[in-house]
């Protein structure tokens, strides 16, 4: 049998992966903090949560939006802190890909030197012993380690469990809850119970992990922090006088790469969405974009409340064409395309062509809903208008302005979102103007409204009033491709 020592290659993943964890940790935490509320099943209805990180209470007799909803944590425990999603998830994905490809090596690695060994369990007597192992623990002495291994059988199967299956658990419910994914198999959502069983689980996953830290530090420390830190950091015991200082610098090391991240984010979130941002697009396009919407929930999976983000626009303009049906209100359509249009909503509903898709809305706050929505297919309105060779971005152009509208949000000026123009020729792309068979209500954007079932929520404006193609957009906004990624610094390519 491979001796079971301490090879360089595990030496180095295990405090790799130390960093790598601790980064999901608390970039996870923040991710939470944007929606602090876990559900079960497919949608998160108002008061149907099973647990709450928030002493918020929302208003019941006025409109509120998700975003009045988000909690501002620490830094201590959530990766930048203080309401900062958009970098949150900078950090949770850039990790999350350093952590799958460690993880990817571990295995091979594992399997290739004979290191399995060390986790795979030979007989089932190791439940015995495991039990065992348990009463002498509780007992506040040592168990026996496994004949000619460097473990005892609880922390064999414990090892064992960690690595093959709540590692994997945590990156099959991460990735549940990609709009992409769950557009493209809803099966696999429902394998999981619902996206916000999904989300869940994911938690409770990070919840194990946190234990298993917990556990494992206070192992260490019970059989030997020096010798079993030296065997980590050298390989080796004949330095035992080195292993403590090792140790500590090495946790000084990884605290001082979460303390530049947080600093960094904070100060610079442009430069780290920029960074970062150009690196997780690359991938998340490549595995993600492909995938088509094939969305279709029954009737009777339908939500029956629906949360709101975004505020509706605060003018008598807007309010009376609102009195009026929307009978003043046109669209503009145009931009590099041979035949700009217009349209007020009668012709828009003539088209023909009406499209309607029963899909869920995935918030990249984390919360979800089903719903049925109407309209033209933005396949027909590119037909209509022939978007010239030069075109490859769709601008959507909404009559909200966020200063004005919603004084609370972290910016100001036209609320507007750009989409790829092959995405925007996915079949379950749509300009709504209904929502489960009445015309779109105020709140969720009338008159209307762009539906991309791949996509996050936050891509798909309300209250549009303008559509524009172009050949880029560096020269619109601040640059990033949304009033989202300019001001709140979200990341462009959103199908997670
Ligand atoms: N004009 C405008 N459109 C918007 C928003 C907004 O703030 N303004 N919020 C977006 C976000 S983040 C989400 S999740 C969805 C929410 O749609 P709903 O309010 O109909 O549920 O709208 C998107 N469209
Ligand atoms: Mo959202």
């Known amino acids: 049998m491979t001796q079971l020592d301490y090879p360089a290659w595990l030496r180095i993943e295990h405090w790799v992966n130390v960093l790598f964890v601790t980064l999901l940790i608390r970039s996870g935490i923040e991710i939470l903090g944007t929606h602090p509320k876990l559900y079960r099943g497919y949608d998160s209805k108002p008061g149907s949560e099973w647990a709450r990180f928030t002493r918020k209470t929302m208003p019941t007799d006025k409109l509120y939006d998700t975003l009045d909803e988000e909690e501002s944590y620490s830094a201590i425990i959530s990766l930048p802190g203080h309401k900062n999603l958009g970098m949150g998830r900078h950090w949770h994905f850039i990790t999350v ?291 010239l060779p030069q075109a490859r971005h769709v601008c959507f152009l909404t009559m909200q302005d966020t200063g004005r509208d919603e004084p609370s949000a972290e910016g100001a000026g036209q609320f507007y979102e750009i989409l790829d123009l092959d995405l925007v020729r996915h079949p379950q792309c749509l300009l709504a103007y209904e929502m489960n068979g009445q015309p779109l209500p105020i709140k969720h954007g009338a008159p209307l409204r762009l539906r991309i079932e791949n996509q996050v929520g936050f891509k798909m404006a309300k209250w549009i009033e303008r559509i524009e193609f172009i050949s880029g957009y560096r020269g619109i906004g601040e640059g990033m491709g949304g009033w989202r990624e300019d001001n709140v610094f979200y990341d462009k390519d959103v199908a997670i």
């Open 97 to 387: 890909i350093g952590w799958i490809l460690t993880g990817i090596s571990y295995y091979i690695l594992l399997f290739a030197t004979g290191q399995w060994h060390r986790y795979i369990p030979y007989s089932w007597s190791i439940f015995s012993d495991a039990w065992n192992d348990m009463l002498t623990y509780l007992s506040f002495k040592l168990p026996p380690l496994l004949p000619g291994q460097p473990l005892d059988a609880i922390q064999k199967l414990t090892y064992a469990g960690v690595i093959f299956i709540l590692a994997p658990f945590l990156i099959l419910t991460g990735a549940a809850q990609s709009p992409a994914i769950e557009a493209r198999f809803p099966w696999y959502v429902r394998l999981w119970g619902g996206r916000q069983g999904a989300r869940s689980l994911h938690f409770l996953g990070l919840l194990a992990f946190i234990a298993f830290i917990a556990v494992h530090l206070m192992m260490v420390g019970l059989w030997g922090w020096i010798p079993l830190n030296a065997l980590m950091i050298f390989g080796h015991v004949r330095h035992l006088s080195w292993a403590l200082p090792a140790s500590l610098t090495l946790i000084a090391a990884i605290v001082m790469v979460h303390v530049a991240a947080t600093i960094w984010s904070l100060r610079s979130p442009r430069t780290v969405q920029r960074a970062l941002g150009s690196i997780i697009s690359y991938g998340r396009r490549q595995l993600l974009r492909p995938m088509t919407s094939r969305q279709n929930y029954a009737p009777s999976q339908l939500s029956t409340e629906h949360r709101v983000n975004g505020k509706p626009p605060d003018t008598d303009e807007y309010k009376v064409m609102a009195v009026h049906d929307f009978l003043d209100w046109k669209l503009d359509v145009g931009g590099l395309v041979e035949n700009p249009r217009t349209f007020t909503l009668a012709e828009l509903r003539a088209l023909g062509g009406k499209q309607t898709q029963r899909v869920m809305h995935n918030c990249i706050q984390g919360w979800s809903s089903i719903g049925e929505w109407s309209g033209v297919p933005f396949r027909t309105m590119i037909d209509l208008v022939k978007p």
